[in-house]
């Protein structure tokens, strides 16, 4: 069975860090490209960030660019987030998802969301 | 910036048919995928590259993707299917956008 559990959300103040973790198992993580999606409170999905199998490659959406990276330890079947200089409208739930094997993006696997509140 | 644009709620008796449209600047010529969104819960893939269902998904869930719009059909609704819908594209292949989401309410 695949799962996907997401930890190291809590409450960080305006400027602080932050760093989410998502650890896979119940499939070959180091073949499958892995996505963040948000989700602040009450309100829609909004895509984050993706990273292909081997972590060669990262792509943003530009809210985040240059404060977030996303990165993977395949050795440890584990995705990760490190979220610097955050604000307010970063408070979300933190969603870590799996890519399907098919030939265009879509995510076939979700974890469980991990909550960030900025706030002072 | 590339925007999807869904309806914000959609009311259906049950045993009827509710349709869910997603519209965006040549939508048809990129993939969508639909994703189920209960209470309190992650998001559920309900449809892939517009028609495809996963495994586990009943099969009065269908899409349809043309033009601007691309479409989810749930026919026969359930009480169970009472949920948040969001659509999804990827726009040149490295960026994804969500639409703004629809809620389906069967009274």
């Known amino acids: 069975e695949v799962q996907l559990v997401e930890s190291g959300g809590g409450l960080v103040q305006p400027g602080g860090s932050l760093r989410l973790s998502c650890a896979a198992s119940?499939?070959?993580?180091?073949?499958?490209?892995m996505h963040w999606v948000r989700q602040a409170p009450g309100k829609g999905l909004v895509w984050v960030s993706r990273?292909?199998?081997?972590?060669?490659?990262?792509s943003y959406a530009d809210s985040v660019k240059g404060r977030f990276t996303i990165a993977r330890d395949n050795a440890k079947n584990t995705l990760y987030l490190q979220m610097n200089s955050l604000r307010a409208e970063d408070t979300a739930v933190y969603y870590c998802?799996?890519?399907?094997?098919?030939?265009?993006?879509?995510?076939?696997?979700w974890g469980q969301g991990s909550l960030v509140t900025v706030s002072s | 910036s590339y925007e999807l644009a869904q309806p914000p709620s959609v009311s259906v008796s049950p045993g009827q048919t509710a349709s869910i449209t997603c519209s965006g600047d040549?939508?048809?010529?990129?993939?969508a995928s639909w994703y189920q969104q209960k209470p309190g819960q992650s998001p559920v893939l309900v449809i892939y590259?517009?028609?495809k269902r996963p495994s586990g998904i009943p099969e009065r869930f269908s899409g349809s993707n043309s033009g601007n719009t691309a479409t989810l059909t749930i026919s026969g609704t359930q009480a169970m299917d009472e949920a948040d819908y969001f659509c999804?594209?990827?726009?040149?292949?490295?960026?994804?956008?969500f639409g703004t989401g629809t809620r389906v309410t069967v009274l």
């Open positions: 998802a799996r890519e399907g094997m098919e030939s265009t993006p879509y995510n076939d696997h």
């Open positions: 119940g499939f070959t993580f180091s073949i499958y490209w």
């Open positions: 990273i292909n199998s081997d972590g060669s490659s990262t």
């Open positions: 040549k939508l048809g010529e990129k993939f």
């Open positions: 590259q517009d028609t």
């Open positions: 999804q594209a990827w726009v040149s292949g490295i960026a994804g956008v």
